[in-house]
């Protein structure tokens, strides 16, 4: 399994949306550990989606959950690897979007994840939470606008290695896909992972990222390995050459 250190791409804005979300994640997730233990199971299983609940005579509150069980967490090491790969691939992604159409992807995504685990596992009682539904569709759209960047990633125990980002979220996508197939049967959350939301939130991203892509102005060219919205510097030359 190969895991994200950093990227090798530099970004030419600050990502404010991406980090407003980490801190947002670590702000709720910090205020749930200061409560007892039966608060904090009350709050997973009141804002947490629960299919069958929100499908067969749940009260209105629950149809808020899709977005409210973005920003809640089972524990500590769901928060820092669900964190950790939005850190990594979220800036890339905001700059190529921009900050207010990056949001709406971020939740729309997230969204789109928890329909999908909904529809895999509709009778489940068990709350789903996790902003991960949500990243998974910021990993499809920078697949989709940056497959040549380069990431830095860790294979255990201690090998680095430099890959393509294509090559890594092909990794990760057909691993997420793999457990989707073996839970088939099941309650679709096998191991509390809520593994079709993950697929869900990817092929969502992949959708819909060239959908909320800002155009780049008329007469300025555009490469694939930067984000749209920067613009490209004409060629200096003269003006008798033909060329």
Request: aromatic share 10%; hydrophobic share 55%.
């Amino acid at each position: 399994m190969l895991f994200p250190l950093r990227d090798l791409q530099r970004t030419r804005i600050a990502p404010l949306v991406t980090r407003a979300l980490l801190a947002a994640n670590v702000f709720v997730h910090a205020w749930q550990m200061t409560r007892d233990r039966a608060v904090q199971e009350a709050v997973l299983e009141r804002f947490g989606v629960i299919p069958a609940v929100l499908l067969h005579g749940g009260h209105a509150g629950s149809l808020v959950t899709p977005l409210t069980s973005m920003f809640l967490h089972g524990g500590l090491v769901h928060l820092i690897g669900n964190l950790w790969f939005l850190f990594v691939f979220g800036d890339h992604v905001e700059e190529a979007l921009g900050r207010v159409r990056f949001t709406a992807f971020y939740v729309f995504c997230g969204l789109c994840a928890a329909a999908a685990q909904i529809a895999m596992s509709p009778d489940s009682l068990v709350p789903m939470v996790g902003a991960s539904g949500a990243i998974a569709g910021v990993l499809g759209a920078s697949m989709m606008f940056f497959p040549r960047a380069r990431i830095l990633a860790l294979v255990p125990p201690f090998i680095l290695l430099e890959v393509p980002a294509f090559v890594f979220l092909f990794v990760w996508i057909a691993l997420e896909v793999g457990s989707a197939a073996l839970s088939l049967g099941g309650p679709g959350d096998a191991g509390g992972v809520a593994v079709f939301a993950h697929v869900g939130g990817f092929i969502a991203g992949l959708g819909l990222a060239p959908l909320f892509r800002r155009r780049a102005p008329r007469g300025h060219r555009m490469r694939d390995d930067v984000p749209r919205n920067v613009r490209i510097a004409p060629r200096d030359h003269d003006a008798n050459d033909p060329r």
